[in-house]
């Protein structure tokens, strides 16, 4: 199941990526929802981190889609989306 969430832009690791710029955060359901930014090319990639912390360790899902776009509010709101989605489908099944 890993190496399917690797390869559809999703995976789990024990702390964010250093060097990530945030774009925006959101908190849902006591998770914390970011927005990054991710080019690709002259256009943003749709990106995000959702973070928990759970027995005193955060934890920490990227994903990463397919969808592009130029506007950085397009972005921001569209990774919130995806993100409540996530949360919505797999709650903290995401971090194992």
């Known amino acids: 199941m890993s190496f399917l969430k690797k390869l559809f832009g999703g ?9 990530d710029k945030v774009l925006g955060e959101e908190g849902y359901k006591d998770f914390l929802i970011k927005a990054i930014e991710m080019r ?9 981190i959702i973070e928990k912390s759970i027995g005193g360790e ?3 899902y990227r994903f990463v889609r397919a969808d592009r776009m130029s506007s950085k ?3 921001v709101a569209l990774a919130f989306n995806k993100g409540r989605q996530i949360i919505d489908e797999q709650g903290e099944r995401i971090f194992s």
């Open 11 to 19: 995976g789990n690791s024990e702390s964010a990526p250093a060097g």
């Open 40 to 48: 690709a090319g002259s256009e943003l990639q749709l990106a995000g």
């Open 58 to 60: 955060l934890k920490t």
């Open 73 to 75: 509010d397009d972005l």
